[in-house]
């Protein structure tokens, strides 16, 4: 089940940004006083009394007029609508309410949505600006005084925000769907391979680069079991994103691969590991999602002894971060191996949920520190009390140490090798975290 989706929206310079990283609890988004410098639609998972949701920060507004600075503005709170579970319009208490504020608290109230209205940069301490009482009129429903800079009033601002969340108890359970995000740069082919699948036209298929806008969800079963198939727009180059439909189709590809288990990596057989490519898979990866590298449209290369072997060293050598990740030769317009891929699914949703017991663990790096010795440091060496598995999907294990900074990474990736020699662990991506003992 999705999480609930915070927009954050406003006109230019109104301290969008600001917020997003002060709720995100990191400086994710570009911050500064020219208007319109966050370029492209971040989101990022956040908390707040123990319920977790996703913010949006919907910068990137670059009006080139200020008459174009209403045009912008509907765009934004039209995209903002659809995708929202809640809507938070930032204000400005130096500005005062301007037309572009007025125009978007009408679009928003149409919509029918939850609206939340903010008035930033009450940055003093103490008294409350009466100025922000002229907010009324925007007819939002009583302004929330804040300060994204300070931290002052955020608080109320999420309290308000979790009032508006479906409850808990009303949200829909878990299936036992294994859910897959089909993705890709445009034209690679995601569309067709779902309609392959489906045996019927369900999704648009164009040669035109980014016809598919949204991330649609496609539930499909066969003899090998549930599946949910999404697919997304192509992700493209951030110079050719240039518009905000485009920049949103970005954030729905990448939302997307939140709420999958599997990702398919569409790479096109006729050009190869591109540059684009590899930024594609490495939102899977960074997901720690398991994933399924699929060269497309191998109908069109000319096949010669050793050609299938020679483009799977090409994508292992474009992709060497994801080495884990098994390649497949299809064709989505003929079919060709396309029904392999459920087999494979299966498999690597299955590697991503292994739990390995920490006796076992320990087993292999008793063996593993017996052929390499840990690393030393002036005369200091590494000791690795133990290992533990904290996590499924990625696997995530916890190293305890004696010192934190005398575990070089090259020793940390040894380990992984070691656990994925013994469990294989093909098709997803491990998280090795070290602590020193003590440490939680």
């Not at 915070?6 to 400086?27: C, D, E, Q, Y």
């Not at 966050?38 to 200020?66: Q, V």
């Not at 036992?176 to 999704?203: C, F, M, Q, T, W």
Request: charged share 25%; with cysteine.
């Amino acid at each position: 089940m999705p999480k609930p989706l915070v927009a954050i929206v406003g006109r230019p310079n109104v301290g969008k940004s600001t917020l997003f990283n002060r709720l995100a609890g990191a400086r994710l988004s570009i911050v500064d006083d020219t208007p319109g410098v966050t370029r492209d639609r971040l989101y990022a998972k956040t908390d707040w009394n123990g319920r977790e949701f996703d913010i949006i920060d919907t910068g990137g507004i670059e009006p080139r007029a200020d008459t174009e600075i209403l045009l912008f503005m509907r765009e934004q709170a039209m995209l903002a609508i659809e995708m929202a579970d809640v809507i938070v319009l930032i204000t400005d208490i130096t500005c005062g309410v301007t037309a572009a504020d007025e125009e978007v608290a009408r679009m928003l109230l149409k919509s029918r949505k939850p609206v939340l209205l903010a008035v930033n940069k009450m940055d003093g301490v103490g008294k409350i600006n009466p100025d922000i009482y002229e907010f009324h009129k925007l007819g939002l429903g009583d302004p929330i005084a804040l300060s994204a800079t300070h931290g002052h009033g955020t608080g109320d601002l999420l309290d308000e925000c979790l009032k508006l969340f479906p409850p808990l108890e009303e949200e829909e359970p878990e299936d036992d769907a294994i859910h897959v995000a089909v993705i890709g740069k445009p034209n690679a082919g995601k569309s067709s391979l779902i309609n392959k699948i489906l045996g019927e036209k369900r999704v648009i298929v164009s040669e035109k680069a980014g016809t598919t806008r949204d991330a649609v969800d496609t539930p499909f079963e066969n003899k090998n079991g549930k599946y949910v198939f999404i697919d997304t727009a192509g992700i493209r180059r951030k110079s050719k994103v240039d518009n905000s439909i485009e920049k949103y189709s970005v954030l729905r590809a990448q939302i997307a691969i939140e709420r999958a288990n599997v990702c398919i990596i569409m790479i096109d057989a006729r050009e190869g590991v591109t540059e684009q490519d590899t930024k594609v898979a490495g939102l899977a990866h960074e997901a720690g999602k398991a994933s399924i590298i699929v060269v497309n449209k191998w109908d069109l290369i000319e096949k010669e002894t050793g050609t299938m072997e020679k483009m799977r060293k090409e994508v292992e050598a474009g992709l060497s971060y994801m080495k884990y990740a098994p390649v497949l030769f299809i064709s989505a317009l003929t079919g060709q191996r396309v029904s392999k891929l459920f087999e494979m699914i299966n498999f690597v949703n299955e590697q991503a949920s292994i739990r390995i017991s920490t006796g076992t663990l320990n087993g292999i790096l008793a063996d593993a520190t017996g052929r390499v010795q840990p690393p030393t440091d002036r005369g200091r060496r590494l000791k690795v009390f133990y290992i533990t598995q904290t996590g499924i999907r990625p696997p995530t294990f916890v190293c305890f140490c004696n010192d934190s900074k005398l575990f070089h990474f090259s020793y940390l990736r040894y380990l992984e090798n070691q656990i994925r020699s013994v469990f294989g662990l093909e098709g997803t991506p491990i998280r090795m975290i070290v602590r020193e003992r003590g440490e939680s």
